[in-house]
């Protein structure tokens, strides 16, 4: 959390209007009204973002922010991106006039860009992504192939009508279901999920150390 908060400033240059600026004679800086508590007290820090733009300009700078953290780091990517977007240079830069007939939208494939996470942007960081799929019976085998493909250390699988209930943890040394605890009745899946993703960050850094 130390060394994000260092590096939040020179994020903030690349991004205007992420955090506001305030101006003295002799100092420039950073105000981070709505974020700075939650730093300093080591609380869920959310960067908000809305587009896919937003979203994969401000993954590499906060990756490659944390390049030097190493296994200390880790990346939890479970915001569902969409597969498809507009690329910006298709975009009309003007209003489209409704007397011009009908309207024919052509979409891109959104750039895939975990296997740049794991090479580039940050190589030694413990990296999660999910898989979220309708059909169960395909849903371990596009885990597997995405956990080989991208080189990332586990797949979260869930599939949409069971994933608040289970979802399995996909990696190398096997699969994992991991379940709500059902003598709880407020359990939820997540509390036993991320027990079992710490468990597998703190071991992976104790074997990147040896």
């Known amino acids: 959390v130390n060394f994000f908060c260092q590096s939040l400033g020179e994020l903030a240059s690349h991004i205007p209007g992420l955090f506001p600026m305030i101006h003295s004679s002799t100092v420039s800086s950073f105000q981070i009204t709505p974020t700075f508590k939650a730093v300093a007290e080591s609380r869920l820090l959310k960067l908000p973002f809305t587009t896919i733009y937003e979203y994969l300009q401000m993954l590499r700078?906060?990756?490659t922010a944390?390049?030097?953290?190493?296994?200390?780091?880790?990346?939890?990517?479970?915001?569902?991106?969409?597969?498809?977007?507009?690329?910006?240079?298709?975009m009309t830069e003007h209003k489209i006039e409704s007397g011009s007939g009908p309207l024919d939208i052509r979409l891109a494939q959104v750039p895939k860009m975990l296997s740049v996470l794991r090479t580039n942007w940050a190589p030694k960081a413990f990296c999660i992504s999910f898989k979220l799929e309708t059909d169960s019976k395909i849903?371990?085998?596009?885990?597997?192939?995405?956990?080989?493909?991208?080189?990332?250390?586990?797949?979260?699988?869930?599939?949409l009508s069971t994933r608040k209930e289970e979802v399995v943890?996909?990696?190398?040394?096997?699969?994992?279901?991991?379940?709500?605890?059902?003598?709880?009745?407020?359990?939820?899946?997540?509390?036993?999920?991320?027990?079992?993703?710490?468990?597998?960050?703190?071991t992976y850094i104790k074997e990147f150390s040896t």
């Open 61 to 63: 700078l906060i990756a």
């Open 66 to 90: 944390l390049k030097d953290v190493g296994p200390c780091s880790m990346f939890y990517l479970a915001a569902a991106v969409s597969d498809f977007y507009v690329p910006w240079k298709s």
């Open 139 to 159: 849903l371990i085998e596009k885990a597997t192939k995405a956990l080989r493909k991208y080189k990332v250390h586990a797949v979260v699988a869930n599939e």
């Open 169 to 202: 943890v996909v990696s190398s040394s096997g699969n994992v279901v991991v379940r709500c605890d059902s003598e709880k009745p407020e359990s939820i899946v997540e509390d036993n999920l991320i027990r079992l993703i710490v468990d597998r960050h703190s």
